[in-house]
Nanobody
Framework: VQLQASGGGLVQAGGSLRLVCAAS????????IAWFRQPPGKEREFVAT????????FYADSVKGRFIISRDNAKNTVYLQMNGLKPEDTAVYYC???????????????????WGQGTQVTVSS
């Protein structure tokens, strides 16, 4: 199983980026996928998650209304559209996946078995 995150970069406050998580080596439609981020000097934190078929999404309060998670199971890909970016969104962003997560665990990093390598997002003020 391999997850590869991409799409990060440097953007001014108020700008947008779209992160991409490409998966291989798994039956993608059976995996819940999430995005986490780790700001400089801080713990990894939950950002957003999407259910196997994409019908159910959940967001951290800090990104709700600004970020949109979506998936294309035909392309084994999950997207994170980030709008209205703020300097506090600066972090390394990781995608993660797991087949067996129950809803009460979906925001917990240690519940996800597979992780991508991370992509840096830097928002300048």
């Amino acid at each position: 199983v391999q997850l590869q995150a991409s799409g990060g970069g440097l953007v001014q406050a108020g700008g947008s980026l779209r992160l991409v998580c490409a998966a291989s080596g798994l039956t993608f439609s059976t995996y819940r996928i999430a995005w986490f981020r780790q700001p400089p000097g801080k713990e990894r934190e939950f950002v957003a998650t999407i259910a196997r078929r994409g019908g159910n999404t959940f967001y951290a309060d800090s990104v709700k209304g600004r970020f949109i998670i979506s998936r294309d199971n035909a392309k084994n890909t999950v997207y994170l559209q980030m709008n209205g970016l703020k300097p506090e969104d600066t972090a390394v962003y990781y995608c993660a996946g797991d087949r067996g997560i129950i809803q009460s665990q979906m925001t917990l990093a240690n519940a996800y078995e597979y992780w991508g390598q991370g992509t840096q997002v830097t928002v300048s003020s």
